[in-house]
């Protein structure tokens, strides 16, 4: 029997009453928080210390935390039309300030990327974990309320965006190794996903549904593409076959696969010469072809620009009648909306599953096997090291700032598949002037994943194979893609080390590595409408769209006072009419020196 609520305060009355009061409480990772019902249960138990509360989770979604008077004054509006009336969960805004009493205990397994990073109870309480261990790690803390958002259809419920972690609970408790109360919060935004998600109502102990917990979703908003990240997802699009499969996570760089992957389909000579260009002693593409077969994903993370793909024509290689199989997804309200809307039959074609049969081959293992040819695990990293390491969730420090996730099951995956390969994608530099850093180093401190597993590493300077390779054929391999500021330093290392001969020279063609030349390869896929700065919908404005770029280029001023300066004193000289810019950035009135100069940088980025 499955006992209705409307009122979360009588929900919380009856799980009381079930489980007692010591509750341990999971919640999906990302968006299939039931936020009204963890809301409630945390208000309890900061009322009540009598009350014991171990909330069990992963990415606590929170809106972005602008940096500085600036970006405040861009991003409130935008933050307030695409994340505006989401119920924040009341648990991370005391734990962030270090606030939550002995009562309660918050353990996450993976951080919204850089949130957690001056939280020192949120540090203290991470668990370094795979994605497939974390369903094991709850069931061992003893879990006994499992509180998730779900989309209804008549009386049938569907897990929607959060198959992941509760399927494998479900299947415990199925097992008789768990017993626990399955808590549904209806949100009629969420789209009914069908499969394995798709549940009866005798499936759930209790549910909570009314107008008065419904509430719109956690929607990020897209970003725009770099040049870096372009140059980045045109190189990994030449690297996938026709007829394989995909993994990739959110970001701009995985839509800057896909739209390369778009790219070669519809125009496969200007995909080869873009990738001309940005390699210009490269050897052609191994993948240049349109896509006849097309391309399947089984990928943890169902990302909104595979739906573009799928709409491109080039995700279509059905595996059990399913051109996807997915775990989860987060993403803008557009594709929400487009799930919730489309037919039936287009929608059966996305399958979302538990994360065990995704991110591990262990079970029907042969069929997997079969499914996944030609296999292109392809995942972002922070920094990699000559030999081959990758950083991928953390700092030497040992501060977390993301978590592993499932880059692990992928990249173990790569080398128990026929013909698979891991790819890791990252920036060759951070920052800009004289704060650039590379993220190509020698040694560092912590790993995610270890240089015995190292394969392909792909940064806007190329792509480097280090699969099977000697210690000093990957360093050599991964210089070619370093920034060329930092390859000299570098190089002295390895050859300091004994790991590379003192006579060794890099070749002149990728000496030059550096975001001048990335621009200027861009620059004709940018103008014959290749590479465009939001390729698959965009949450800004017309105006807020066209000041993308000049909010670049002033906050890489930002590091260098001459730079700076020269914005001022072109923003002196400036002509025209700024009014609708500088309005909607607060600055049409400035207040005080600093408001001024940052007016008239801004009009000097304008005439950039």
């Not at 097309?294 to 024509?313: P, Q």
């Not at 128990?416 to 994608?425: N, Y």
């Not at 001459?562 to 009135?589: F, I, P, S, T």
Request: aromatic content about 6%; charged content about 25%; hydrophobic content about 45%.
């Amino acid at each position: 029997m499955t006992d209705r609520f409307t009122d979360p305060e009588v929900l919380a009355d009856a799980i009381i009453a079930k489980v007692g009061r010591r509750i341990v409480l999971g919640l999906p990772l990302g968006l299939g928080k039931a936020n009204h019902v963890v809301n409630v249960l945390f208000a309890r138990a900061m009322a009540d210390r009598s009350l014991h509360l171990h909330i069990f989770t992963a990415l606590t979604l929170e809106p972005p935390r602008p940096k500085s008077e600036l970006e405040a004054a861009f991003l409130g509006p935008v933050i307030a039309r695409t994340l505006g009336g989401y119920p924040a969960l009341a648990y991370a805004e005391v734990q962030r300030r270090d606030a939550l009493p002995d009562n309660i205990q918050v353990d996450e397994f993976f951080f919204q990327a850089g949130t957690r990073l001056g939280v020192e109870s949120a540090q203290r309480s991470y668990i370094s974990a795979n994605y497939t261990h974390a369903a094991r790690y709850l069931l061992d803390r003893g879990v006994n309320v499992v509180a998730q958002l779900v989309a209804k259809d008549g009386d049938r419920f569907s897990l929607s965006c959060n198959t992941d972690i509760t399927l494998d609970l479900l299947a415990a408790r199925q097992a008789g190794k768990a017993d626990f109360l399955l808590v549904g919060q209806v949100n009629d935004a969420l789209p009914f996903m069908p499969g394995d998600g798709d549940l009866p109502a005798s499936a759930f102990s209790h549910l909570l549904d009314g107008p008065a917990v419904q509430f719109p979703l956690f929607a990020p908003p897209k970003e725009p593409i770099t040049d870096a990240h372009y140059a980045i997802g045109f190189h990994a699009a030449g690297l996938i076959p026709d007829g394989g499969t995909i993994q990739m996570g959110i970001g701009s760089i995985s839509d800057a696969v896909v739209q390369g992957l778009i790219v070669r389909h519809r125009d496969p000579d200007g995909f080869r010469d873009t990738l001309k260009r940005l390699s210009p002693a490269a050897a052609p593409p191994q993948h240049g072809e349109p896509f006849e077969r097309g391309l399947y994903a089984a990928t943890e993370m169902f990302v909104d620009c595979l739906l573009d793909l799928w709409k491109a024509g080039v995700l279509k290689r059905e595996v059990d009648g399913a051109v996807l199989h997915g775990g989860f997804f987060l993403g803008p309200r557009a594709f929400y909306e487009a799930l919730r809307v489309m037919p039936a039959a287009d929608r059966a074609k996305f399958q979302m599953q538990a994360i065990s049969g995704i991110n591990e081959l262990y079970g029907d293992e042969a069929a997997k096997r079969i499914a996944r040819v030609d296999a292109r695990f392809i995942n972002t990293a922070m920094m990699v090291t000559l030999l081959g390491a990758v950083v991928s969730d953390g700092l030497e420090d040992g501060r977390v700032v993301s978590g592993v996730g499932g880059q692990y099951n992928f990249v173990a995956q790569a080398f128990a598949l026929e013909d698979a390969r891991s790819v890791i994608t990252l920036d060759a530099v951070r920052g800009a002037g004289k704060a650039a850093r590379s993220n190509v180093l020698w040694s560092y401190g912590h790993g995610t994943i270890p240089r015995h597993l190292r394969d392909i590493v792909i940064t806007e300077y190329g792509v480097a194979d280090l699969r099977g390779l000697t210690d000093r054929d990957v360093i050599v391999a991964l210089l070619k893609v370093a920034d060329s500021r930092f390859q000299s330093a570098l190089l002295e290392k390895a050859k300091a080390a004994g790991k590379l001969e003192r006579g060794y020279v890099l070749p002149a063609e990728v000496r030059d590595n550096s975001p001048e030349r990335i621009a200027e390869a861009l620059a004709p896929a940018k103008a014959a409408g290749l590479a465009p700065l939001l390729p698959f919908g965009s949450d800004f404005n017309p105006l807020e769209e066209s000041l993308l770029p000049t909010l670049g280029r002033l906050k890489a001023a930002q590091t260098e006072p001459n730079a700076l300066l020269g914005l001022v004193l072109e923003g002196l000289r400036a002509k025209g009419d700024d009014g609708a810019a500088l309005k909607r950035l607060g600055l049409d009135r400035p207040r005080g020196l600093r408001q001024r100069l940052t007016a008239l940088a801004l009009r000097g980025a304008l005439r950039r």
